[in-house]
Structure formats: C-alpha cells, structure tokens
C-alpha cells in the first residue's frame, strides 16, 4: 500500500510540474512548488515504507 501511494504521488507530482492538467493561469512558481513538495512526500512514503518493512522482516513478523 505504501509503495503504491508513493507511485501515485510521484506520478501526480510529474503531472503538475510539466503542467499536463493545470489551467494556464496557475502562477508557474506555485506549480513547481507544489511539483516539489510532491515529489518530497514521495520520497518520504517510500523511505518510511522500506524502513518499516525492513524491521518488520529483522523481527521476525513479516
């Protein structure tokens, strides 16, 4: 589950950096902003999930 959420967010954060699904009267500096902060919440569900399911397998329940 967490891996998936973090695909679906790096894919929504691609989608709003390159602009696919925006209006054109979204300001670009907002754009790359929220692109960015996406991308980052990405990276940290697919940190916090590989973490958790690495203790989980150390300690024994899968």
């Keep these: 589950m967490g891996y998936t959420l973090s695909g679906v967010t790096a894919i929504a954060a691609v989608i709003i950096l390159t602009g696919v699904f925006l209006p054109p009267s979204v300001p670009a500096q907002l754009r790359i902003t929220f692109g960015i ?21 150390r300690s024994g329940r899968d």
């Design 37 to 57: 902060v996406l991308v980052l919440l990405a990276v940290y569900r697919f940190v916090i999930t590989w973490v958790q399911e690495k203790q989980a397998r």
